[in-house]
């Protein structure tokens, strides 16, 4: 009887080690670049062992989802994407205009340092609208104005200015 339980147990502690095991190379797995994994797929499907499971024994089979294709995708290329200057804050502004008030309102009450550390440095917003007692709607276009202004910073290559 103890016997059995203690062979119990092991089983159970192998099995448990084997899944944290797999776990951990399905990881690595999935966070090869995806270059290195498309060819590793292309390799693994192009094996004999591999063909004789999927056509002779059917343990391997494919299922689509619906919905999804092979992406066309291309590789950015950070060199192509940014620009050598900097962009234009100005126009930034001037197509976000109901920013303007609001971009305002928060560097009255936080200050120029603050501000320029919420734009350059990356400070937690939910602090600073709390502290600036913004409504819902001006919220969420301080968020839309800060994701614009994150994407230009990072398209045009500026780190700080």
Not at 36 to 64: A, C, G, H, M, P
Not at 76 to 104: C, G, R, T, W, Y
């Amino acid at each position: 009887m103890i016997f059995q339980k203690q062979s119990l147990k092991q089983k159970t502690s192998q099995t448990i080690r084997q899944k944290q095991i797999g776990r951990v190379k399905l990881a690595q797995l999935f966070s090869l670049p995806e270059d290195e994994f498309r060819k590793l797929i292309t390799e693994i499907e192009k094996d004999s062992f591999f063909q004789e499971l999927v056509r002779k024994w059917r343990v391997v089979n494919y299922k689509k989802f619906s919905g999804v294709r092979i992406p066309f995708s291309l590789s950015l290329n950070e060199q192509i994407v940014s620009s050598s200057e900097n962009f234009d804050l100005e126009s930034l502004l001037h197509q976000n205009s109901k920013a303007i008030p609001i971009l305002k309102k928060i560097g009255a009450i936080i200050g120029k340092d603050r501000f320029s550390e919420l734009l350059y440095k990356g400070m937690d917003v939910s602090e600073i609208t709390e502290k600036c007692k913004l409504t819902r709607e001006e919220k969420e276009t301080f968020k839309i104005f800060l994701d614009k202004f994150e994407l230009e910073k990072m398209v045009s290559g500026t780190q700080e200015t």
